[in-house]
């Protein structure tokens, strides 16, 4: 069972980072409270699961000021994008692996 869920990845375990990652894979960019608001989540909960994708190197983080407000956006990176569609194709795999023969 073991060779079925090797592709799994950790950093994609919990539903904040799946969410995240799930949402940059499919735009550009996010900004801050736009994945907040997306995900139900608080600010400290948003920051922290960036912030291990981040050192995983799978999230880039860019800050700028738009109209004189700080605006932080993310994005996912090369890595990101790949290691996230490698786990996307693990679940699938599993998903539809046959039923056990007795």
Not at 71 to 100: C, M, P, V, W
Request: positive net charge.
């Amino acid at each position: 069972m073991k060779n079925i869920i090797s592709n799994i990845n950790k950093a994609f375990d919990h539903r904040v980072r799946l969410g995240i990652m799930s949402v940059l894979m499919v735009n550009e960019h996010a900004d801050f409270t736009t994945l907040r608001e997306l995900l139900g989540v608080t600010d400290g909960n948003i920051a922290s699961h960036i912030k291990a994708l981040e050192k995983k190197d799978y999230v880039k983080v860019e800050k700028s000021f738009i109209d004189r407000k700080p605006n932080t956006r993310y994005s996912a990176t090369k890595k990101g994008r790949e290691d996230f569609q490698k786990h996307i194709d693990a679940i699938e795999s599993l998903l539809g692996q046959q039923q056990l023969k007795p």
